[in-house]
Nanobody
Framework: QVQLVESGGGLVQPGGSLRLSCAVSGSISNLVAMGWYRQAPGKQRELVAAFTSGGTTNYGDSVKGRFTISRDNEPQTVYLQMNSLKPEDTAVYYC???????????????WGQGTQVTVSS
């Protein structure tokens, strides 16, 4: 069974840094896209940063220049380095992956359980 295992959230002061990680657990055939989304209370889930199917990276406008997404291939892991954090970055951060378990299976979307990031003094 495929799971996305997240770690690295927590409480940080404004201006501080945190690093999130998300690893694919389980056997897969193709990893098409992978990245991070976030959802603050009362708001819709939004893109933070992601590697696309075309191999490029996309960032949400509010995090450009402050956050950096990176990855390792063995195991399939993405990282989100968050610098210059602001109170408005407070949210639950979710890892997302589009992948195939086997060549003959359809492309499916997977979500992690979410990790809380709180930016407060």
């Amino acid at each position: 069974q495929v799971q996305l295992v997240e770690s690295g959230g927590g409480l940080v002061q404004p201006g501080g840094s945190l690093r999130l990680s998300c690893a694919v657990s389980g056997s897969i055939s193709n990893l098409v896209a992978m990245g991070w989304y976030r959802q603050a209370p009362g708001k819709q889930r939004e893109l933070v940063a992601a590697f696309t199917s075309g191999g490029t990276t996309n960032y949400g406008d509010s995090v450009k220049g402050r956050f950096t997404i990176s990855r390792d291939n063995e195991p399939q892991t993405v990282y989100l380095q968050m610098n210059s954090l602001k109170p408005e970055d407070t949210a639950v951060y979710y890892c997302n992956a589009e992948l195939k378990i086997a060549v003959w299976t359809p492309l499916k979307n997977y979500w992690g359980q979410g990790t809380q990031v709180t930016v407060s003094s």
